[in-house]
């Protein structure tokens, strides 16, 4: 009985045309990579596109990024704390970055970004109160929890409980020293 050959039976055997596809697809791949140029370009753009640049410091203040799109942070809420948006006058050489219209036109800015100085004696205080003083308060009300849970349990034993405090917790109470710029404040204060 002779084997009949159907077109699909042909097709899977032309190696000529599988060959040629092989060096298509060689080619798609070889065409894919990059120019060195192309490199530098995409280089080039990731510098500009992911990150803000350092602003320069000015003396007498904390300098920063401010976005214009967050509900939760708004900018007009940092204003009243002291923030103050950076003209391109403050910094020489930044012209470049000068937002030429809208709300901040003649502020340094990039897309919803505006740059902001803030008093240093005014961004201590609140580094002060964000980084020592409020974690202070907070570690003080979980001691006097644990506190009131023994005494809540001694009371139920009717013997004296005292908890057993994990790796971390013993050193709960005992305040740190001060930051750094604690000491700039305490100047501020008697000047």
Known sequence: MAKRITQRDA???DTEGRQNREDGDRKVTEDRQLT???RLDEFRMSSFQSALPDIPGIDGYHVCW?????????VHARMRMGYE?????????WEHASLKTGEYAGCIGINE???FKLPIHLYEAYMKEAHHTAPLAEEEALNEARRMAEQDASAMARKP????LEEGQAEMGTVP???SFEHTLTNRRRG
């Not at 401010?66 to 708004?74: G, I, K, V």
């Not at 409980?161 to 057993?164: A, D, H, L, N, Y």
């Open 11 to 13: 097709k899977l055997n």
């Open 36 to 38: 060195d140029e192309e």
């Open 66 to 74: 401010l976005t214009t799109e967050n509900p939760r942070d708004p």
């Open 85 to 93: 948006p950076i003209k391109s006058s403050d910094i020489p050489g």
């Open 113 to 115: 970004m505006v740059a």
């Open 161 to 164: 409980i005292s908890f057993e």
């Open 177 to 179: 020293e001060p930051p």
